[in-house]
Nanobody
Framework: QVRLVESGGGLVQAGGSLRLSCAAS????????MAWYRQAPGKQRELVAL????????NYADSVKGRFTIWIDNAENTVYLQMNSLKPEDTGVYSC???????????????WGPGIQVTVSS
């Protein structure tokens, strides 16, 4: 059973940094895409950053470009999100999403982590 587990969230002052990680476990035969989404109170969930293992450049929301960096450690089946120069508007629940192959010859399937809280105080 594939699981995604996020870690690294918490409370930080504006201007500070946090690093989120999301580890996939449970039998991973391939990774296509890993991404971070966030949902602020009263708002819809939005894509923050996405990275493909196919060698293309990562995609970032305009609001985080130049401040956030996403990368994947293929050996550890883990995606990271380094968040610098954090702002109060970055507050929200951050969720990891991954498109994975969980069995040989199987289908690419989307999985989600439970989410982790990030709070940036002003």
């Amino acid at each position: 059973q594939v699981r995604l587990v996020e870690s690294g969230g918490g409370l930080v002052q504006a201007g500070g940094s946090l690093r989120l990680s999301c580890a996939a476990s449970g039998g991973i035969y391939g990774i296509n895409v890993m991404a971070w989404y966030r949902q602020a109170p009263g708002k819809q969930r939005e894509l923050v950053a996405l990275m493909s293992t196919g060698g293309t450049s990562p995609n970032y929301a305009d609001s985080v470009k130049g401040r956030f960096t996403i990368w994947i450690d293929n050996a550890e089946n883990t995606v990271y999100l380094q968040m610098n120069s954090l702002k109060p508007e970055d507050t929200g629940v951050y969720s990891c999403q991954a498109t994975l192959l969980s069995s040989p010859g199987g289908r690419w399937t989307n999985y989600w982590g439970p989410g982790i809280q990030v709070t940036v105080s002003s």
